[in-house]
Each structure stands twice: as C-alpha cells, then as structure tokens.
C-alpha cells in the first residue's frame, strides 16, 4: 500500500530535480532555441507541481465540499447501488424458480425457452452492477493515492509524466464528486431501476409483453443510462485533465523571457 | 542506493554543474562581448549568453533558498 505522503515527498524531490535541472539549462552558454527552451519550461513546470503539492490537502477537501454542494454521498451512492443490487438477484432469483417449475413438464419446458435469453441478459446486467460497483470502490478508496500519484507524475522531468498526471488527477477528481450523483441523473431522466413504471400489459401475450416492454427498459435503466453517465464523466476528465497538463496550466509568473 | 537518496545525489549534482556552467557562461560571454571581432552578431550572442547565464544564477540561488525552506519546515512540522 503506497503511503501518501512517501509520494508527495518524492513527488518534491522530483521537483526539486527538475527545477535545477532547467536553472542548469538557463546557464548552458549553447544559444540554441531548442535546447534553451526546455530552461523556462522546466522551472515552471517545478513549481506548478510544488503548488499541487501544496494545495494537495485542499484539493481532498474541496472535493468534499463539492459532494456535499452537489447534496449526494458516497454512503447513499452505496446504499443504491446495493439495492440495484438486490433487485437484479430478486428478479434472476424469480425467474430460476419459473424456469425450474416449468421444467417438470414437457408442454412447460417448451416456455422456458425464451426465458433462458431473459436469463443470460439479465447476467450480463448483474455482472455491469457489479462492474460499477467495483469501480466505484476503487475511485472511493483510492482517491488520495490517485491524485498524490499524477502530482508525482506531474514532477517527472522534461514532461514525460505530464500527460499521465494529468489524466489521473483529473479522472479521480471527476469521478469522485460524480460517480455520487448516478441516482439523481438516472431519477432526473426517470430512468432509476428502483422506482420505474412499466405499463401494464394490455395484451394476454405475457412474453411478448415481457420482450417488448420490460427488457427494453431493463436494459436502458440498467445498463444504457449509467453508461451514458460514465461517458459524460470521461469527457469531462478529458476536459479536467487537459487543463492540468495542457497549455493551460502555465504560471502566472514572467519566467518565460524569450 | 535507494532511488531517493539517488534523486537527491543527482540534484545536488546538478546543482554544482549548474553553479559551474555559470561560471563558464560568465567567461564565455565576457571573451565573445569583449572579442575584438568587429561583428556585431557575435558580441550580441555574447551578451545573450552573459544575461542568460544572470538569469540562471538567480535562479539557481532563489532555488537553493526556496528548496532549502520548504524541507526545513517539512521537517519541522
């Protein structure tokens, strides 16, 4: 287990190597643009990275404050994706009950048919709950490496890092605050597993009743909208991450004197 | 060696090359400003090289400063 602070020290050391690095390069007597370039570039990316060193603490605590300005927790978060959970084992439970009781009989055992397709779609939904959650575990556990490791990345000299740092820091951030707010984005768009409403059946055809209206939304609440959610947030990290190691990331400080 | 006290060699490396090459660059810049060349491009390069290599030195000492302050206070904490 990587100890946070460990990285944030290396991630110091790191920079403390870079800026030296580009003072050395500042006094190299070689008037040539290509090298001398890197001087302003390394200084400033050194101490970028000790300013996300600094503010790192901030960082975890404004992320926070967004939580709970966005009015969501990961604990409620957790709780839904649990009764999601729950639900898709009723339903699966359900249905093997009815596939194992139509079974006894030869006439029963011709209806089992296209239930077994309910069956295997209804496992690929459990195992995509399942997905989510563990990735939800993951972003929850290990923000704060997450962010301390793309600010070590970050340090690394001549800017081999920045991309990756970058990508990481602004993924956990986006997908911290955002991952909470599924249920709301999914109930805004009524599309919660938990509290939809199927028309009733019209017809006496219960399995085209089934194939027509409950699989379709099944499918859409359940696998189409957090989908939709996650690559909302994606895009969203490529924004963030682009801010932080792009071009938009430069200091507000004149050491750039070319 | 670890890979810290290796990174904290290699700074303090650099940083004495860096305090060197100044040194260099200073020399440098002085011979090519002062060359009796009569070409104006070359004492220019000169004088670039000697702001440069100021530059560099303010760097450097804010730098060692700077660096110094923060892992005192590190470790005071």
């Known amino acids: 287990m990587y100890n946070i602070f460990d990285i944030l020290y290396y991630a110091q050391l790191l920079a403390t190597l870079t800026y030296f690095l580009g003072s050395l390069i500042y006094g190299l007597p070689i008037p040539i643009y290509g090298v001398k370039k890197w001087a302003p570039r390394l200084i400033t990316d050194a101490i970028y990275v000790i300013v996300w060193n600094s503010i790192y603490l901030a960082v975890l605590s404004f992320l926070t404050q967004l939580l709970d300005m966005l009015g969501v927790s990961w604990s409620n978060y957790e709780i839904w994706l649990n009764q999601v959970l729950n639900f898709e084992e009723v339903l699966y439970a359900v249905l093997k009950v009815l596939i194992s009781t139509l079974n006894v009989t030869e006439a029963g055992m011709v209806l089992t048919i296209p239930l077994g397709q309910l069956m295997s779609i209804l496992l690929t939904i459990i195992t995509y709950t399942e997905s989510l959650i563990s990735i939800s575990n993951l972003i929850y556990q290990y923000v704060g490496v997450l962010i301390a490791l793309g600010i070590l990345f970050l340090a690394i000299p001549f800017r081999i890092g920045r991309g990756a740092g970058g990508a990481m820091i602004g993924t956990s951030i986006v997908f911290y605050v955002g991952l909470p707010y599924l249920p709301q984005f999914l109930d805004n768009l009524g599309l919660n597993p938990l509290n939809y409403s199927v028309s009733p059946s019209s017809q006496n055809d219960m399995y085209s009743y089934f194939y027509q209206q409950v699989l379709p939304h099944l499918i859409t609440s359940l696998i189409l909208g957090p989908s939709i959610y996650i690559f909302l947030l994606l895009a969203f990290s490529a924004g963030l991450s682009n801010l932080i190691s792009g071009y938009g990331s430069r200091l507000p400080l004149p050491i750039d004197l070319y | ?77």
């Open chain 2, 1 to 77: 060696m670890t890979l810290e006290a290796f990174i904290t060699n290699l700074t303090g490396t650099v940083t004495e090359i860096g305090w060197s090459i100044f040194i260099l660059a200073w020399a440098v810049g002085w011979a090519l400003r002062g060359s009796p060349i009569p070409i104006f491009r070359i004492k220019r390069g000169g004088q670039d090289i000697l702001e440069d290599a100021i530059i560099a030195a303010f760097f450097l000492a804010i730098g060692s400063t700077v660096f110094y302050l923060i892992s005192y206070v590190a470790s005071q904490v």
